[in-house]
């Protein structure tokens, strides 16, 4: 496990790791808001005192596969104040899907770099190798899922 003094740098996803689009509604969860007519965007539990305590760390920078409007809406819903919000648009297109290249949006990966992801495999295979990674299961709206508090115990 990387200490958090060690980390300069901060790539972090949001869909599956810090929120949930659910098709249809999930009232014992945390809405944060509607996008468009057909989808609702859950919180993670404690996902907005993990997305402050992440940028209490380091520079941090959202990186998401989903489009800008939805990501700066969730970033917004969050509260929290990333350096910049790299989206789809950023992301390198493999046949039908995307990947994540830090170096792609003109960063580079070290051993300080922290990826905070539920899907290393979006990333290259050389950046998830050099990187710290954070890698919270995939949350796909479970009500009692306690993931991000038990790893912000090793946050402080
Ligand atoms: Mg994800």
Redesign the pocket.
């Known amino acids: 496990m990387f200490k958090p003094e060690s980390i300069d740098l901060i790539f972090l996803?949001?869909?599956?790791?810090l929120i949930f689009g659910s098709y249809k509604e999930l009232p014992e969860l945390n809405l944060m808001f509607k996008y468009g007519s057909w989808l609702w965007v859950y919180e993670r539990p404690g996902a907005i005192d993990f997305a402050r305590r992440v940028c209490q760390i380091a520079p941090t920078f959202v990186y998401t596969t989903a489009m800008k409007d939805y990501a700066t809406q969730a970033v917004s819903e969050l509260a929290f104040k990333p350096q910049n919000i790299f989206t789809r648009e950023n992301c390198l297109r493999v046949g039908d899907a995307y990947r994540k290249s830090a170096k792609h949006v003109g960063h580079k990966v070290t051993c300080s770099t922290l990826i905070v992801?539920?899907?290393p495999e979006v990333w290259s295979v050389e950046e998830i190798e050099t990187c710290s990674l954070l890698a919270p299961k995939r949350w796909m709206g479970e009500y009692d899922d306690s993931v991000l508090y038990e790893v912000m115990s090793h946050l402080r």
């Open positions: 996803d949001l869909d599956h790791t992801d539920d899907s």
